[in-house]
């Protein structure tokens, strides 16, 4: 069975930073992309920031701020916040493609989120 499980979450004023971690475990036989989307409350699910190798690509909101990197030995994303502000509030959630032992086709997988909040 195989499980994202995100961390790094919390409170922050605005102009602050966070880290976000995402962790793959399980039986994986192996990843492709790894990526960040966030939901705030109201609003659809978006894409915040995707790494397949070493192509990244980002949404505009993010671009400038945001750094997604990867370790694949860990099976593990990683989300940079920089320059945090309020509009950034929101659920952000890990998503990876991943193949699992039992499979020989990429399924989606999600985690269950982690809370980002930008308040003074």
């Known amino acids: 069975q195989v499980q994202l499980v995100e961390s790094g979450g919390g409170l922050v004023q605005p102009g602050g930073s966070l880290r976000l971690s995402c962790a793959a475990s399980?039986?994986?036989?192996?990843?492709?992309?790894m990526g960040w989307y966030r939901q705030a409350p109201g609003k659809e699910r978006e894409l915040v920031a995707r790494?397949?190798?070493?192509?990244?690509n980002y949404a505009d909101s993010a671009r400038g701020r945001f750094t997604i990197s990867r370790d694949n030995a860990q099976n593990t994303v990683y989300l940079q916040l920089n320059s945090l502000r309020p509009e950034d509030t929101a659920l952000y959630y890990c998503?990876?493609?991943?193949?699992?032992?039992?499979?020989?086709?990429?399924?989606?997988?999600w985690g269950q989120g982690t809370q980002v909040t930008v308040s003074s």
């Open positions: 998503n990876a493609d991943i193949v699992a032992s039992s499979a020989w086709h990429p399924a989606a997988y």
């Open positions: 790494i397949r190798g070493d192509t990244t």
């Open positions: 399980g039986s994986i036989r192996s990843i492709a992309a």
